[in-house]
């Protein structure tokens, strides 16, 4: 399950650790590769697995125009760029979820008869969920190929630079815009995938993304700002101490316990565990 | 220049008394219960959002947990009145002051925090509220408490007749949160909040104490927010945690503030003004279908706001003043 917290979390990495934009609406992105998936299931009979990495595209190009109709925009402002950022991704959350309760119904829905839905696999006597196990395989691939990405190619210098300083990055004649805006088609991209992989085993509803939404906030500040090595850390942390919260106390109270975590680590280092903004 | 804002302050505080005074005389002519209800409504929502901007606009510490301090103003409030048959009134109060405590205590760990860990401590602490309080049984747990009806009376601030003391108290309680943050503008406090909102460091070696600024900041904000919870409990007899308590209502709270201006003085009432209305006609006109059509309207409505004016509605006000002041 940590894992595919990370898996959550790491588009939102990508954006809100890296790119400093906050985004409020990431967890309705998370719900529209969830539909997404759904969809090209119920009409095309394409397994979610299958079909991933076409939710992942359809994301990216989602993202990238996010990015480039509004957020370039709230961006701009002079004054109060941060609440400016919270409050449009805020609305477009909202209308978000308004347009899926328009055109998909409020309904719960769920793909029946998935390649991997509820099947189990033994390692080593150890009965494990096929759908969470391949979550956490994508989780681990997808962190590793943003690591490489970020840290081995030009684009992802362009990135940190852009975030650093745009002025700069303009005399040496790199957009800021197009670097922006494919950043953000690759943040919505990885949450797209995410989505795709949970809609095997998770009820899809419009407001689905709210609850995971705010534990991958979490996450990613947990591990700190601007490391994507650190978002990868807070999503195990952040299933560790779920799954020992769950042991401890009431499962309605599981949450609590990442919360206090995550407390408990700013506090001590203010820049969350390998943060460096 | 000095002369100005004294003159400027002294036209705030006119316009303020007169658009209280037609507040008060609107009930004379709205008699339809349903607008009378999105009065209420707005009024309250003018008042939280002018307390949060204390705290998030003038001080610059940006909250998105005040929900927790509504939470507690509600509960302290019905769990006296319920349990121990403690007058809403003195209940109001208890909230209000432990709320303020709360705020300060939870101060000390969380202002060394800046930024975006700021932002997400405060989430998370009013989230750890909800979920003990969704499951404290004796306060009712996620069912919440609904409050006993004992009859119309100011002693008991209960009403089922008529809503206009609501309206009254809501009126009341706007006017003091402006009030209160008119006076504390132009107090040491004032001047003390924007310099830490706009360089702490520098505002740390002139001998402002930023911690302690930040620390009255939170206990203003908090107690009028928790009075604010107390009102809107008595005012609809019912509570749930989710209802008072979570993520959502925190982004209400701040939402007027942001799109009528945050850190200035008119931004909530102006903001709330303009949204609370919208919202509740939204959702009653087209939203009855369930389709989501109001959310879309106001989602997006919240979007055009915050990108065309990102200094809030009050720009287009003082746009102009400051043409005139050049003429």
């Known amino acids: 399950m940590g894992l595919l917290y990370g898996l959550i979390a790491v588009g939102l990495a990508l954006i809100f650790g890296l790119m400093d934009v906050t985004n409020f609406a990431h967890g309705e992105f998370l719900m529209i590769g969830m539909y997404a998936s759904f969809f090209l299931f119920t009409f095309f009979a394409i397994d979610p697995l299958l079909s991933a990495p076409l939710v992942a595209a359809a994301l990216f190009v989602f993202g990238a125009l996010v990015y480039l109709l509004i957020v370039r925009f709230a961006m701009r402002a002079k004054a109060n760029a941060g609440m400016v950022q919270i409050f449009s991704t805020f609305g477009l959350a909202i209308v978000m979820r308004g347009l899926a309760q328009l055109f998909f119904t409020p309904d719960y829905r769920s793909i029946p008869h998935s390649w991997l839905g509820g099947k189990t696999i033994s390692v080593a006597g150890i009965f494990l969920p096929e759908p969470q196990l391949v979550g956490a395989l994508v989780s681990i691939l997808a962190f590793a190929g943003l690591y490489f990405f970020i840290h081995r190619t030009d684009f992802g210098r362009a990135l940190e630079a852009t975030r650093e300083d745009p002025g700069a990055v303009a005399l040496v004649g790199i957009d800021k815009n197009r670097v922006f805006a494919f950043g953000w088609g690759l943040g919505a991209a990885l949450v797209g995938l995410a989505g795709a992989i949970m809609a095997v085993f998770f009820y899809i509803y419009p407001d689905v993304g709210a609850s995971f939404a705010l534990i991958a906030y979490v996450t990613v500040a947990l591990g700190g700002f601007g490391s994507v090595f650190g978002a990868f850390a807070g999503g195990i942390i952040v299933g560790l101490v779920e799954a020992m919260t769950a042991l401890m106390l009431p499962p309605s109270l599981k949450s609590v316990g990442i919360y206090a975590v995550y407390l408990l680590v700013v506090f001590i280092r203010p820049r969350g565990l390998f943060g460096s903004m | 220049m000095d002369k100005n804002f004294a003159a400027r302050r002294r036209r705030d505080l006119v316009i303020a008394a007169m658009l209280a005074a037609l507040a008060a005389l609107a009930p004379l002519f709205v008699k339809n219960v349903y607008i009378q209800n999105i009065m209420v409504l707005t009024l309250m929502y003018a008042a939280l959002s002018q307390s949060w901007n204390i705290l998030s606009g003038y001080c610059g510490q940006i909250s998105l947990g005040h929900a927790l301090y509504f939470g507690i103003g509600a509960y302290t409030t019905e769990l006296l009145f319920t349990k121990f048959g403690v007058l809403p009134w ?238």
């Not at chain 2, 100011?154 to 007749?161: A, C, I, P, T």
């Not at chain 2, 903001?271 to 106001?298: K, Q």
Request: aromatic share 16%.
């Open chain 2, 90 to 327: 003195f209940g109001m109060l208890a909230g209000g002051a432990i709320a303020a405590v709360i705020a300060m205590g939870l101060g000390y760990p969380f202002f060394r925090l800046r930024g975006h860990y700021f932002v997400i401590a405060t989430i998370v602490i009013a989230e750890i509220g909800l979920l003990l309080f969704q499951n404290w049984e004796w306060a009712g747990a996620a069912m919440g408490i609904t409050i006993p009806v004992r009859g119309d009376s100011w002693l008991k601030f209960q009403f089922m007749r008529s809503k206009l003391p609501y309206f009254y108290f809501a009126l009341a309680l706007c006017c003091l949160a402006w009030f209160v943050t008119w006076w504390l503008e132009d107090s040491k406090w004032g001047f003390w909040w924007r310099a830490v909102k706009d360089n702490p460091e520098a505002a740390e070696s002139l001998g402002v104490v930023v911690f302690n600024s930040k620390m009255g900041a939170a206990a203003v904000s908090a107690f009028l927010v928790a009075i604010g919870g107390a009102f809107y409990a008595q005012f609809l007899a019912y509570i749930d945690p989710e209802s008072v308590m979570g993520f959502q209502f925190s982004l209400l709270m701040a939402l007027p503030a942001v799109l009528g201006g945050i850190g200035t003085l008119w931004g909530p009432v102006l903001g709330a003004a303009i949204l609370i209305p919208m919202t509740e006609l939204t959702r009653s006109y087209i939203g009855g279908s369930g389709r989501g059509v109001d959310l879309i309207v106001y989602g997006g409505l919240i979007v055009a706001i915050s990108l065309a004016l990102p200094q809030g509605l009050v720009s287009l006000f003082s746009r102009s003043k400051a043409k005139g002041a050049t003429r």
